[in-house]
């Protein structure tokens, strides 16, 4: 059977719902819920129209407001909240990165008030930890690895440099309202001891409580205690106590492993458009193992029909085994290529090559497919007109096999560039035998 967003029948409410504030977040998220038996799917950009779901029990929303000015920011992500709670969402989830990206004017701040306002609710958390990454929160200050945040090369981003890893005074500086902490030695004694200092902070009129994080058992018992908050904020790590709340009452009567997306048919291929050093050595590896490989020279394209050539080398193999293509190379090559064609111009024009590749290929009955890389995996999605996926297990951190809604259903796993190991691509076709 088909799934549409739209589809008619019954509409279940969802459970959770969850605005993040750029797509790979929104994967990381939704495969954190997945992991622990939500039924998640990932929309991509503002869903319109149908709200009834089926089978869902967590809904996330993939904006792409991180770096956007602050009003358009809060605007989607009230947008996106209006159609979670017309979904039924219980709960709200606004989630963004583990390093806390944003500015004085925004945006974390900023939407988690408007969110806050439009529920009619008076407190919240904010808690970016992910310790499994290295972010850690202790006594308020952020932490990548051993060093505070302002002190790990963050403080040099191009967007949003972070020059005070003090996370109170971070967020007061993006909110009129009173920002507080849950420190560490409350944290430590558990859920119960985490509720108490809410409540104590509330009838201090504190509207945010940072909240310290070393360790999962603390994640755990942070989600714990936030059963009963209506909007939680944080990284995708503070996401991992929630399907538990549900459970407990309940709501969720799936187990705590991520849900079956059925079974996968069709031709398999492998798209890499990122020249990261991980999608380098799984290129490789892929060619290691005997599997064909054509590699798109992007001075080329100015010439010739990329496309078409690639096509026409790998629709004859499409039966044979994966096929790969890949734009991916080495540093010397890419800044070659970026001297010649401009830096954003060679690289809208190699993901427009991709995105091409993609559609016909599907069209040619390929199923299952990996793309690497976050700017081609976005060309590769809008091209294939898809909206919304629905997350299965992991792959790696971070990276599920997802099946898109709407026909024709293709599994397609989307692969920030730097993630995943070296045998990604072999591992990810293997889970789907
Ligand atoms: P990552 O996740 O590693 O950042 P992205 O797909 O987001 O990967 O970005 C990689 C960018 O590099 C894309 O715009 C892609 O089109 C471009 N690119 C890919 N191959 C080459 C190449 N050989 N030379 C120059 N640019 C390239």
Request: proline share 4%; aromatic share 6%; hydrophobic share 45%.
């Amino acid at each position: 059977m088909t799934e549409t967003l739209g589809s008619r029948g019954e509409a279940e409410p969802i459970l959770l719902g969850c605005i993040a504030d750029d797509f790979t977040g929104a994967t990381d998220l939704a495969s954190m819920l997945a992991d622990r038996g939500m039924r998640t799917i990932q929309l991509i950009g503002l869903p319109e129209g149908g709200q009834r779901l089926r089978d869902v029990d967590a809904a996330v929303v993939a904006l792409k407001s991180r770096a956007a000015p602050a009003a358009w920011a809060v605007e989607q992500s009230c947008r996106a909240l209006e159609w979670l709670l017309g979904a039924g969402a219980r709960q709200i989830f606004f989630k963004y990165c583990s390093t806390f990206d944003s500015t004085d004017q925004g945006n974390i701040g900023p939407v988690a008030c408007a969110l806050l306002e439009r529920i009619g609710e008076s407190f919240t958390i904010a808690c970016p930890a992910f310790p499994a990454n290295g972010r850690t929160v202790y006594r308020g200050h952020l932490f990548v690895g051993d060093a505070l945040l302002s002190e790990s090369g963050m403080e040099r981003h191009p967007l949003n440099p972070m020059t005070d890893s003090n996370l109170v005074r971070v967020l007061g500086r993006q909110v009129k309202e009173a920002v507080d902490l849950v420190p560490y030695e409350t944290v430590e004694r558990g859920s119960e001891a985490i509720s108490w200092r809410f409540a104590a902070l509330r009838d201090e009129r504190v509207r945010y409580a940072i909240v310290d994080a070393l360790c999962d058992r603390h994640l755990l018992a942070i989600g714990a205690a936030c059963a009963d908050l209506r909007l939680v904020t944080g990284g995708s790590g503070v996401a991992m106590g929630l399907p538990d709340n549900f459970r407990a009452r309940g709501l969720l009567s799936t187990g705590a492993q991520a849900p079956s997306l059925g079974r996968a048919g069709g031709f398999a291929a492998v798209l890499a458009g990122s020249c990261s050093s991980a999608t380098l050595q799984q290129v490789s590896y892929m060619q290691e193992t005997g599997a064909a490989g054509f590699a798109i020279d992007p001075l080329r394209i100015l010439r010739e029909d990329v496309a078409e050539a690639a096509l026409g080398w790998a629709l004859p193999r499409l039966s044979e085994a994966p096929v790969m293509i890949y734009a991916s190379a080495g540093a010397a090559q890419v800044a070659r290529v970026q001297e010649r064609l401009g830096r954003e111009r060679a690289g809208y024009m190699i993901e427009q090559v991709m995105a091409q590749i993609a559609r016909r290929l599907v069209e040619a009955g390929v199923r299952r497919m990996l793309v690497a890389g976050g700017e081609t995996a976005g060309a590769v999605v809008q091209a294939l007109g898809v909206r919304a996926l629905r997350i299965g297990a992991s792959i790696d951190p971070g990276v599920p096999w997802t099946k898109s809604l709407g026909e024709p259903a293709v599994f397609l796993a989307l692969k920030s560039g730097n993630f995943g190991s070296v045998d990604f691509f072999v591992k990810a076709f293997r889970m789907l035998q």
